[in-house]
Structures are given as C-alpha cells and as structure tokens.
C-alpha cells in the first residue's frame, strides 16, 4: 500500500479544491490510501517557536512524516498560493535541521473557477519547492480550470476532469515508488 497524505488550502465553505481533493480520493487506485492532512487548525508559524515547538505543528510533522508522497491542492490568491500553505511548509521545515520535506515526492494540484486553474499559483510553487530538497514531480499538472461548471452541487466532479484525476493520482503513485 501507498500513502499521499495531501492537504487543501482553503478552508472555505464550497470550497472547489476541497471538491478537487475528494475527486483525487475517489479515483485513487486501489492499492493506495489517501490520507487527509488538514491544515487548518495549524497556527502561524514564527521563529521563536522553535525553541518550545507547539504539540500541534509537531504532530502535523509527524503525519507528514508517516505518508510516503505529499500533494498539496491549494487555490490561487492573488497570482499565488494562499498563506496558508506557505505557513505549513514553513512548519514542515522547522526546527532547523528536522525538515519532513528532504527528499520526500511532494505535488501540487488546484482548481479555480477562473479560465487559468491556478497556474500562477502552482508556476510559484514549482519555484521554491524543489529548492527545499524535495522530489518533486512536476508533470502530469492537474490544474482545474473553470471549477464552477466542472463540479456539481455534491462535489462531484465531470467526466473529464474525474479521468484527469485518476491519471494524476496514478502517476503520482508511480512517482513515489519509483
Ligand atoms: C483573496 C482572494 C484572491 C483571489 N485571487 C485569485 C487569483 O489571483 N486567480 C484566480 O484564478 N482566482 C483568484 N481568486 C478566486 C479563487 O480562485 C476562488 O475564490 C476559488 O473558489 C478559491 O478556491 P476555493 O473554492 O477552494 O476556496 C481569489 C480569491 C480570493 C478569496
């Protein structure tokens, strides 16, 4: 069995990549366990913390640390990811010297109701995530444009963007244990 522990950034009610997210459970393989990693009750990160890390940033790492890739599908806020993802990053790099991120498959995928999918917003992610030693897998993309018509009222996603899905899961699965 495989596991990719992702998490969604954003938290907002309807959000459409909390729908993408479960597009990506449900067209999973069978041989791999998706596990949700949730972000939102993580607190802001600053530097004086590491002295006393915070129980619940160190249980964040810890869950990290137990899945074998981690996907991050996140929107895009003003050409570029949310804060919060930038905050859960910082964290999994924290203390100096403990990073969960080195040499872990890390990917990125998003949705937006907007014509471009959050290209702006992964194309910033590509930038510095492999800068943290990670190994990342840049290709397939799965970035969901026009989310508003791709899901339905239950979240449940398209033909085409369900195939897109179980494609990129798949890859990314091959990814990991390659
Ligand atoms: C603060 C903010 C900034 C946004 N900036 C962008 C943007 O730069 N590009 C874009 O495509 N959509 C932008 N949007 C629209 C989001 O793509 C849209 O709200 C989307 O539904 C957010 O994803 P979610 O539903 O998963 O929360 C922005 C939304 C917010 C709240």
Redesign the pocket.
């Given at each position: 069995m495989t596991t990719i522990g992702y998490f969604?950034?954003?938290w907002?009610e309807?959000?459409?990549?909390?729908k993408l997210a479960r597009t990506l459970v449900e067209q999973a393989p069978e041989d791999v366990e998706m596990r949700d990693l949730d972000i939102s009750g993580l607190p802001l990160y600053g530097r004086h913390l590491d002295e006393d890390f915070p129980q619940v940033m160190q249980d964040f790492k810890d869950r990290v640390e137990a899945v074998d890739g981690l996907l991050i599908v996140t929107?895009?806020?003003?050409?570029?990811f949310p804060a919060a993802v930038k905050n859960a990053v910082d964290i999994l790099t924290r203390p100096g010297g403990t990073s969960v991120l080195r040499g872990r498959p890390v990917t990125i995928a998003g949705?937006?109701?907007?014509r471009?999918?959050?290209i702006?917003?992964q194309s910033q992610l590509r930038q510095f995530l492999p800068m943290l030693g990670v190994r990342f897998m840049g290709t397939p993309n799965l970035a969901v444009g026009g989310?508003k018509d791709v899901f339905d009222d239950d979240g449940v996603a398209d033909e085409q963007t369900a195939a897109r899905a179980r494609k990129f899961v798949a890859a990314f699965a091959d990814f990991i244990r390659a």
């Open positions: 969604v950034g954003s907002a309807g959000s459409v990549n909390r929107p895009e806020h003003n050409q570029s949705a937006s109701p907007g471009f999918g959050t702006s917003s989310a």
